[in-house]
């Protein structure tokens, strides 16, 4: 069984930040990738960030610039940096790993919620 556990969320002022991490455990075979979606209320989830087995990135265009995924692969760990952060990226975070190619499914952690507030 695999499971995802999320830390770090909770509540910054706007301009703040806030680091995200997201340990994986069980029987974890292969992981193609691993990120980060979010799901604001009355909105759809949203990909956020992800990297790749070989380290590339990809962000969303929201984010570019102030937030950076990084991973220990040892630790079966992936992180989210959130720097500069604004009201808009108020929502619950949940982290997944895509565990091969081609996978139609996904891991997910429980999500934490990150609220941006004044």
């Known amino acids: 069984q695999v499971q995802l556990v999320e830390s770090g969320g909770g509540l910054v002022q706007p301009g703040g930040s806030l680091r995200l991490s997201c340990a994986a455990s069980g029987s974890i075979f292969s992981i193609n990738a691993m990120g980060w979606y979010r799901q604001a209320p009355g909105k759809e989830r949203e990909l956020v960030a992800l990297?790749?087995?070989?380290?590339?990135?990809n962000y969303a265009d929201s984010v570019k610039g102030r937030f950076t995924i990084s991973r220990d692969n040892a630790k079966n760990t992936v992180y989210l940096q959130m720097n500069s952060l604004k009201p808009e990226d108020t929502a619950v975070y949940y982290c997944?790993?895509?565990?091969?190619?081609?996978?139609?499914?996904?891991?997910w952690g429980q999500g934490t919620q990150v609220t941006v507030s004044s």
């Open positions: 990297i790749t087995s070989g380290g590339s990135t």
């Open positions: 997944y790993i895509d565990p091969f190619p081609g996978s139609s499914w996904y891991y």
